[in-house]
């Protein structure tokens, strides 16, 4: 009996510290959640040296992008999700990045090549 609730406890436990550290990241813009479209158009102005106007058309396209995909989270059902994620994100993402070099320079463009290099063929893609 006693290692049945030790058992119990330990799982409740384990469960509780995954949870709170899966949030923990997200908050704080950790690997498996999405950062913000500030945070995202900061590290690309680091990375690409962009113009205030490159800065600001960036960041209308990600907040729409975000809240085109929080409509889409809410309105999809989990099997819908998971399909999109078998069968669309490799399009979603090539289609955001033709954007995204849409309005860079050519020199920034082949930064943003490179960093990009290897991504979404198995590995985990360039410096991000």
Same mark, same amino acid.
């Given at each position: 009996?006693?290692?049945?609730?030790?058992?119990?406890?330990?799982?409740? =436990? #384990?469960?509780?510290?995954? #949870?709170? *550290?899966?949030?923990?990241?997200?908050? +704080?813009? *950790?690997?498996?959640?999405?950062?913000?479209?500030? %945070?995202?158009?900061?590290?690309?102005?680091?990375?690409?040296?962009?113009?205030?106007?490159?800065?600001?058309?960036? @960041?209308?396209?990600?907040? +729409?992008? %975000?809240?085109?995909?929080?409509?889409?989270?809410?309105?999809?059902?989990?099997?819908? &999700?998971?399909?999109?994620?078998?069968?669309?994100?490799?399009?979603? &993402?090539?289609?955001?990045?033709?954007?995204?070099?849409? #309005? @860079? =320079?050519?020199?920034?463009?082949?930064?943003?090549?490179?960093?990009?290099?290897?991504?979404?063929?198995?590995?985990?893609?360039?410096?991000?």
């Amino acid at each position: 009996m006693k290692k049945i609730i030790i058992a119990s406890i330990t799982a409740v =436990t #384990l469960t509780i510290g995954a #949870l709170s *550290g899966a949030v923990y990241a997200h908050e +704080k813009g *950790g690997k498996g959640g999405p950062k913000s479209a500030e %945070d995202r158009v900061e590290k690309l102005t680091q990375r690409l040296d962009l113009s205030t106007d490159q800065q600001s058309q960036l @960041l209308a396209m990600f907040t +729409k992008r %975000d809240a085109d995909r929080e409509q889409m989270q809410a309105t999809l059902t989990a099997e819908q &999700r998971e399909n999109m994620k078998a069968n669309a994100r490799d399009g979603m &993402r090539d289609q955001m990045h033709k954007d995204i070099k849409s #309005l @860079l =320079t050519a020199n920034q463009i082949a930064k943003f090549e490179n960093m990009h290099s290897g991504e979404g063929k198995g590995g985990k893609g360039g410096k991000h």
